[in-house]
């Protein structure tokens, strides 16, 4: 399958700074990435679907102003949580896909831990 | 209600005997489905898709229940390799959205 990474793997910061997630596919061009979160025990939540070159489209109670997403090219996206608190610590993957249509398989990255002090 | 319920487990399995588990879900217009895998503190990894008619791949074999909104995944012969969380998928019939089930946790024991 198709390889998608992530940087960093892991980071702790402290409250109210800003932390940057990359989530690139290495072999294909990821028309649609989309970011999840998934706190201890609990399921993956979908968080948002970015498209190259437009706005990202945020789930309901995601804040976009929170949750800075940018797809600025067909193999990077970025994930900035800003001011981030300790309720924001959580793993965060991301997964592309070379279209946005249905049947077409998502490849998840590695995933970030982040932990916020 | 959510859109993806599965019994948390976990499931003790004995070494080499077989474990079967569900999954419902409750959007009846729900286009496609699947099993991943998701070992601790890593990424989700696709399983197997999910087909209307049961597939099996090796000692793994899904069913899919459309009138009863239920999938189930059945494991035999299992391995210590098989543990982890198993996690229902479905995928709506518009976009390629996937809603994630909050997982079966699978202990294999010696």
């Known amino acids: 399958g198709a390889v998608v990474s992530q940087h960093p793997s892991r980071v702790i910061c402290k409250s109210g700074t800003s932390v940057k997630i990359e989530c690139r596919s290495l072999d294909f061009q990821a028309t649609t990435m989309f970011w999840y979160r998934q706190f201890p025990k609990q399921s993956l939540m979908l968080m948002a679907t970015s498209n190259e070159g437009s706005k990202a489209t945020y789930e309901q109670g995601v804040e976009k102003d929170k949750f800075l997403i940018n797809h600025a090219s067909l193999t990077l996206s970025t994930l900035t949580v800003t001011s981030a608190h300790p309720e924001d610590s959580s793993f965060y993957i991301c997964?592309?896909?070379?279209?946005?249509?249905?049947?077409?398989?998502?490849?998840f990255g590695p995933g970030t831990r982040l932990t916020v002090l | 209600r959510k859109e993806v319920e599965q019994d948390p487990g976990p499931f003790n399995v004995p070494e080499g005997a077989t474990v079967a588990f569900n999954c419902t879900y409750s959007?009846?217009?729900?286009?496609?489905f699947f099993w991943y895998r998701q070992d601790c503190r890593k990424e989700p990894k696709l399983l197997m898709s999910?087909?209307?008619s049961g597939n099996e791949d090796g000692r793994f074999t899904a069913q899919l229940n459309r009138a009863s909104q239920y999938i189930s995944l059945l494991i035999r012969d299992s391995k210590l390799s098989d543990s982890a969380t198993y996690l229902c998928v479905v995928r709506q019939a518009a976009g390629n959205k996937l809603t994630f089930g909050g997982g079966t946790r699978v202990l294999v024991k010696p």
């Open positions: 959007n009846s217009a729900s286009q496609s």
């Open positions: 997964s592309a896909s070379n279209s946005g249509g249905a049947g077409n398989e998502q490849f």
């Open positions: 999910v087909y209307s």
